[in-house]
């Protein structure tokens, strides 16, 4: 069902991820949406830094015609030749206050655009940290409306990878896009400087320009898509070094010997990439050299015509140094808007990844009107034909499902590994939506309820639970967040889940980080993780508990304890529980036999014996193992 949904989703791009002048040129509507997000980070820093900008634009075109004053005023008191012996007598005569004015100008100016251009970079550091935090806050928000079934679509991890990296990559276009804005008004000063001498002098420049913005233009597009092609094998390649070296894998890399060929898998994978990093930074670096020699051979045609100029006493020679001045900055300006304003289009391909992330939306959200989840659940869920099968998968997870869960029912759930046993208690929680038929809740769809309300009556334990490197505590308030620091809340859970003796066993008790991914960090075993992990499910006051193998990690006696527990603290409760050990499954009110997605047989531990099929057959194979 959601598999053509997914597609539509990724934009379209062609084979190798090269974009399309116009999908170059479409990628700049992304520039308004990325203002206005660095707006709405900070307007006061935005416009402190655009404002000193503007400023110091104006800065280079005025500390030039200063410049040009003080060399006239210098050729000037040299053709007057001045009648003094000294500095000094000239400095009280007077002759050289109009130069030391000048120069006293130009000091002022220059310390004013050192200062500007740090107040630039102060207020650019804090903006694009700001603006980092923002777009991570808004990216981890985002990501948690999505379906279950978008993070494990491989194209929208992709997707989802690209859009991570550029939450901390793309601050650099803030700054380029702030310092375009600040260029252009400097050039459009030094043009006007240069319009009143020689006109035709801008049009060289220009012409002369086009060739290396052209250039800059198309390897711009080769390496968004040389880094678009290769997301997959970047995964692949943060994925291989993380398993290298991590205290998850520490363990099989060590006994195996595994690092040598987790080694060998990274340079294979890294030194294709730079080869052909290698390859497109050579053939940008030949043509880039090339083209911009035009730009500098349009330069000396101008300063040969502007040294003609003043040879022939057109010019002074504060103009010459002026108009010389003002030609090479106004080439260095214009060549960096023509190749920054590449870049810029460049980038905005790669905000492309980040907006098109958020423009993603999830297909299982609550309806318009939703209704309230009953409290008490007073009949239960009913399962009326439900199959479900997962994106491009061939084989049906779960097929013709048909029975019911009553309220206050304990039932548990059996079978071989892939029976589907897992995806029903997803449906059951509504991380999936079934592709036939529907499950009802106290005979209404559950499509039809909140789903914020409907998960928070939910409470599961998952085979593989997260293991959260925090405290013991937060490990188990994470269950119910509104009440993290409910500390009675927290030991109470714990207590249910036999975990309150392995955390009063830690150095700090519930305040003793857990987990060795930090240094003050105390690992457990996996059956102590295990029980952490339970007790965060009984942090909720949830009407319904799922157990999906959460005690695989524990001894059969421990197991059953747990189970135990389980059964007695789900009194008056709709329970659900997942064990592949017949002693723990025994106890539940009905059970479920699930075969290859279908539901072979339903009843209790003694009825299901006495029909002699694939119940009795596994509980035969268990008992024999204990023999």
């Given at each position: 069902m959601n598999s053509a949904a997914s597609e539509s989703r990724v934009p379209p791009r062609s084979g190798d991820g090269k974009p399309s002048l116009r999908e170059r040129f479409d990628a700049l509507r992304n520039l308004p949406p990325f203002l206005r997000q660095i707006w709405s980070t900070s307007p006061g820093l935005t416009l402190m830094t655009l404002s000193l900008r503007l400023i110091r634009a104006l800065l280079p075109i005025a500390t030039l015609y200063v410049g040009k004053l003080i060399i006239d005023e210098a050729v000037r008191l040299v053709a007057a030749g001045p009648d003094v012996d000294s500095l000094a007598a000239a400095w009280h005569g007077g002759q050289l206050d109009t130069l030391l004015a000048l120069l006293a100008l130009e000091f002022g100016l220059a310390v004013a655009s050192d200062l500007l251009g740090r107040l630039v970079s102060y207020g650019d550091a804090l903006l694009s940290e700001l603006f980092t935090n923002a777009t991570s806050v808004?990216?981890?928000?985002?990501?948690?409306?999505?379906?279950?079934?978008?993070?494990?679509?491989?194209?929208?991890?992709?997707?989802?990878?690209?859009?991570?990296?550029?939450?901390?990559?793309?601050?650099?276009?803030?700054?380029?896009?702030?310092?375009?804005?600040?260029?252009?008004?400097?050039?459009?000063?030094?043009?006007?400087?240069?319009?009143?001498?020689?006109?035709?002098?801008?049009?060289?420049?220009?012409?002369?320009?086009?060739?290396?913005?052209?250039?800059?233009?198309?390897?711009?597009?080769l390496s968004y898509s040389l880094n678009y092609a290769w997301t997959p094998e970047r995964r692949q390649l943060e994925y291989v070094r993380q398993m290298g070296a991590s205290v998850e894998t520490a363990k099989e890399v060590k006994i195996f010997n595994l690092h040598r060929f987790l080694i060998a898998r990274y340079r294979a994978l890294a030194e294709k990439f730079y080869r052909a990093s290698r390859a497109l930074a050579r053939r940008r670096a030949f043509w880039g050299t090339l083209l911009a020699a035009l730009g500098t051979l349009g330069y000396y045609v101008a300063y040969g015509y502007i040294a003609w100029r003043t040879v022939r006493g057109d010019f002074s020679i504060g103009d010459l140094t002026f108009l010389a001045g003002s030609f090479l900055r106004l080439r260095q300006l214009l060549e960096g808007l023509l190749v920054g304003f590449s870049q810029v289009a460049g980038q905005a391909l790669y905000l492309d990844d980040l907006f098109s992330f958020f423009e993603i939306k999830p297909e299982i959200v609550s309806p318009a009107l939703p209704r309230p989840v009953p409290r008490p659940i007073r009949h239960g869920f009913a399962f009326e034909n439900v199959g479900f099968r997962y994106p491009d998968a061939e084989r049906w997870a779960l097929r013709g499902l048909n029975f019911e869960l009553r309220a206050g029912e304990v039932l548990a759930l059996v079978g071989e590994n892939g029976a589907g046993k897992t995806t029903l208690v997803k449906l059951l929680a509504r991380l999936y939506d079934p592709d036939e038929g529907r499950i009802l809740l106290d005979g209404r769809d559950l499509r039809e309820y909140d789903l914020d309300e409907l998960r928070a009556n939910?409470?599961?334990?998952?085979?593989?639970?997260?293991?959260?490197?925090?405290?013991?505590?937060?490990?188990?308030?994470?269950?119910?967040?509104?009440?993290?620091?409910?500390?009675?809340?927290?030991?109470?859970?714990?207590?249910?889940?036999?975990?309150?003796?392995?955390?009063?066993?830690?150095p700090r008790g519930y305040d003793q980080v857990i987990g060795r991914r930090f240094k003050t960090g105390v690992d457990l075993s996996g059956g102590q993780w295990q029980k952490i992990a339970i007790a965060r499910a009984y942090m909720r006051d949830a009407q319904v508990m799922i157990l999906d193998e959460p005690t695989a990690a524990l001894d059969a006696r421990a197991e059953f304890e747990v189970f135990q527990r389980f059964k007695e603290l789900s009194a008056q409760r709709t329970a659900v529980l997942i064990s592949h050990r017949f002693s723990s499954v025994r106890m539940a009110d009905r059970i479920l036999v699930l075969a290859e997605g279908r539901l072979e047989a339903s009843g209790t531990h003694a009825e299901l014996l006495a029909q002699g099929g694939r119940y009795a057959e596994l509980f035969e194979l268990q008992a024999a193992g204990y023999r």
């Open positions: 808004r990216l981890m928000e985002h990501a948690a409306t999505l379906d279950l079934e978008d993070f494990e679509d491989p194209e929208l991890q992709d997707k989802l990878d690209r859009a991570r990296r550029q939450t901390m990559g793309r601050m650099n276009l803030m700054s380029q896009l702030f310092g375009q804005v600040q260029d252009s008004i400097t050039v459009v000063a030094f043009a006007i400087g240069l319009l009143v001498y020689a006109p035709w002098l801008i049009a060289l420049l220009a012409i002369a320009l086009v060739p290396a913005f052209v250039g800059e233009a198309h390897f711009n597009a939910v409470g599961v334990v998952f085979q593989d639970f997260v293991r959260y490197h925090l405290t013991a505590g937060e490990n188990i308030g994470v269950g119910q967040i509104d009440a993290m620091h409910d500390r009675a809340r927290i030991r109470d859970a714990a207590r249910r889940a036999l975990a309150d003796e392995v955390i009063e066993s830690l």
